[in-house]
DNA sequence: ATCATACGCAACCGCCTAGTTGCGTGTCGA
DNA sequence: TCGACACGCAACTAGGCGGTTGCGTATGAT
C-alpha cells in the first residue's frame, strides 16, 4: 500500500505554513477579493501598521501564494493561486488514506464475520 | 459580487493553524496510514518525546482533524478528515474569486478595446 | 501484591515571529 | 524645486508555541 506521504517537505509546507496564520489568510483573501492591492490600502482597513501588512505580504509572496508588481511608488499585489493546488493534493490524499484504510477495515470485517 | 469570506472566522482557522506546523503534518499523515494509533507508538519512531505527541495530537483534536478513544490504559486516535472539506472550500473559494476577477478584467479589457 | 506500561498534568525553557517604531529613499504632483 | 506619498530596511519588544523534564495515576501482566 502506498504510503500517506504526497510532497515529502517540499512546497506544501510553505503554503500551509503561510496559511496558518488568520491574519496572512484573510490578507489573501482581502486581495483575492480586490484583484489586487497594495499594504498601505489593504493597511487602511486593517488595525496594523502598513509595514505588518508588507511582512504578511512578503511571506506570502515567498509562499508563492501572491506576487508583487512594483510599478512607479506603489507594488501591488495579486493572488497566485497555484501553490493551493498542492495543499489541495495533500489534503486529498490523506482523506483517501483514510478511506482506503477505512475500506480496508470494513473489508476485513467482513471476511471474519 | 459576493466577498470571499467563506468561514468568517470559525472553524477553518483552527484547521489551518493546526495544519500549518510540519510536525503536526507529519502526524496526520503517520496516523492516516497506520489507520489508528497512540502517543507512545508514533513518538517510538520520532525524535521527539512523547508528551510532545501527544501534545500536538491534542491540538489536533481540537481542530477537530483526529479523534482520541481511550481504551483500557492507551488512547488510540484516528484521523477525522471531515474538517478538511472546510479547508477545501476556503481553497476553492479563494481561487474562485481570483478566477472572476481575472474573468471580470478580461471583460473590461474586451469591452475597452 | 508487585512491577511495568501508558497516560495526563504542570512547570519551565528557548526560539520564532507578528507587530511596532524610526528612519532613509525613490517617485508623483504642484 | 519642494512637499507629499508609498515603500523598504533595521532594531526592538512581547507573546505564543514546540519541546523537555518531572511527577502522579490508572491499567495490565506476572
Known amino acids: 500500500m502506498a504510503g500517506v506521504r504526497v510532497d515529502g517537505g517540499g512546497r506544501v509546507d510553505r503554503v500551509f505554513a503561510a496559511l496558518g496564520d488568520p491574519g496572512r489568510r484573510s490578507l489573501v483573501e482581502a486581495v483575492a477579493a480586490r484583484g489586487s492591492a497594495t499594504a498601505t490600502e489593504l493597511a487602511r482597513d486593517l488595525p496594523v501598521t502598513r509595514q505588518a501588512v508588507a511582512k504578511q505580504l512578503g511571506a506570502l509572496a515567498d509562499a508563492g501564494l501572491v506576487r508583487a508588481t512594483r510599478t512607479g511608488r506603489e507594488t501591488r499585489y495579486e ?5 493551493l493546488e498542492d495543499a489541495l493534493e ?10 482506503e484504510r477505512l475500506a480496508a477495515l ?3 470485517l467482513a471476511t471474519k464475520s
Request: charged content about 15%.
Open 79 to 83: 493572488v497566485t493561486p497555484a501553490p
Open 90 to 99: 495533500w489534503m486529498v490524499a490523506v482523506g483517501a488514506a483514510w478511506d
Open 106 to 108: 470494513r473489508r476485513s
